[in-house]
């Protein structure tokens, strides 16, 4: 199985910049996408941005295209998080997870097999 620990998550000032990491171990060639999912209290666990683990080809929810990028360190094993220009909205629990296959929807929670514990980021207006 594959394991996955966020971190980088805290309290920043809005407008501010966060840079969360995914640190994935065991059977990660077996991982075709690692994507970033958000939850909000009160609120169903939502999309932010995916990665393909070999070619790096990115994907975004609407609502962070422009502040946050996506990428990924493969001989690290690791996957990034640049989250600029924070607005309190975006604060959530930030979950990493790993998805197996390339086929299904990259933004549907449904589909990835691992998941991490989550880290937390709240931002203060």
């Known amino acids: 199985q594959v394991q996955l620990v966020e971190s980088g998550g805290g309290l920043v000032q809005a407008g501010g910049s966060l840079r969360l990491s995914c640190a994935a171990s065991?059977?990660?060639?077996?991982?075709?996408?690692m994507g970033w999912f958000r939850q909000a209290p009160e609120k169903e666990r939502e999309f932010v941005a995916a990665?393909?683990?070999?070619?790096?080809?990115?994907y975004y929810v609407d609502s962070v295209k422009g502040r946050f990028t996506i990428s990924r360190d493969n001989a690290k094993n690791t996957v990034y998080l640049q989250m600029n220009s924070l607005k309190p909205e975006d604060t959530a629990v930030y979950y990493c997870?790993?998805?197996?296959?390339?086929?299904?929807?990259?933004?549907?929670?449904?589909?990835?097999?691992?998941w991490g514990q989550g880290t937390q980021v709240t931002v203060s207006s």
């Open positions: 997870a790993a998805k197996r296959v390339y086929s299904g929807d990259y933004s549907s929670a449904n589909g990835y097999n691992y």
């Open positions: 065991g059977r990660t060639f077996t991982n075709s996408y």
């Open positions: 990665i393909s683990w070999s070619g790096g080809r990115t």
